[in-house]
């Protein structure tokens, strides 16, 4: 079965320092992955996928096929930034498998 | 235009009784999800349609849920003989479906309390 591993349930960092959210995804074929975000009283929407290789608020994500890993990076972080962020694998009939989320908290 | 809706947004039941919680999907999506959200997890997969039919109804956790999209629009997740278990958020997809990855849009889900 797939998974996505996000090891952090919590992450706290200040406003200005970079920021990493882990995931791991498990091993098959070409994965495709995703970042969805939910900010405090809205719904789940999509951040960004590896396939786009865009950056979105200033969040980049590189797929690493040989560690398995698609971390969630933003150099200098803001207050704005502090939501739910999981990290998502895409499978058959492009169903979403999601990890179990990272909630990162931005300090001023 | 309107995002995809979910009604009831709260919903509390007693254990064994029957609900059905509706989506409204966004106009046009012919693509629809179901998931659902436990306490502390990601939102885990139920049953995906395409137009009226289930195309994938692999992570229906029993036979006690259901699901319907009768006109290939709105689609109703059903739980019979509900169970203290049965207790989350229940997301709501849709997305244009091009053979590809498009956008999930998701809607605000409905929390589904058993007693």
């Known amino acids: 079965a797939q998974r996505v591993t996000q090891p952090e349930k919590l992450l706290s960092v200040f406003k200005g320092a970079p920021v990493e959210l882990k995931c791991n995804y498990s091993y098959s074929g070409s994965p495709e992955l995703f970042w969805y975000v939910q900010y405090s009283r809205q719904r789940l929407q999509l951040l960004l996928r590896?396939?786009s290789r865009e950056s979105i608020k200033g969040f980049t994500a590189d797929l690493n096929k040989g560690e398995t890993s698609f971390h969630l990076k933003k150099p200098f972080a803001q207050e704005e930034d502090s939501a739910m962020y999981y990290c998502?694998?895409?499978?058959?009939?492009?169903?979403?498998?999601f990890g179990k989320g990272t909630l990162l908290t931005v300090n001023p | 235009g309107a995002g995809v809706s979910q009604t009831p947004s709260n919903k509390v039941t007693e254990k064994g009784k029957y609900v059905e919680l509706r989506c409204d999907p966004i106009s046009g999506h012919t693509a629809l999800y179901w998931y659902r959200q436990s306490l502390g997890q990601g939102p885990e997969f139920l049953i995906y349609?395409?137009?009226?039919?289930?195309?994938?109804d692999s992570g229906l956790p029993n036979d006690r849920f259901f699901a319907v999209r009768p006109e290939g629009s709105v689609s109703t997740l059903k739980i019979q003989r509900t169970e203290r278990g049965d207790s989350a958020v229940y997301l709501c997809?849709?997305?244009?479906f091009g053979g590809g990855y498009n956008e999930q849009f998701f809607g605000p889900g409905t929390r589904l309390t058993v007693l």
């Open positions: 998502a694998r895409g499978g058959s009939n492009y169903k979403l498998t």
């Open positions: 997809a849709s997305t244009l």
């Open positions: 349609f395409q137009g009226t039919g289930a195309a994938d």
């Open positions: 590896h396939i």
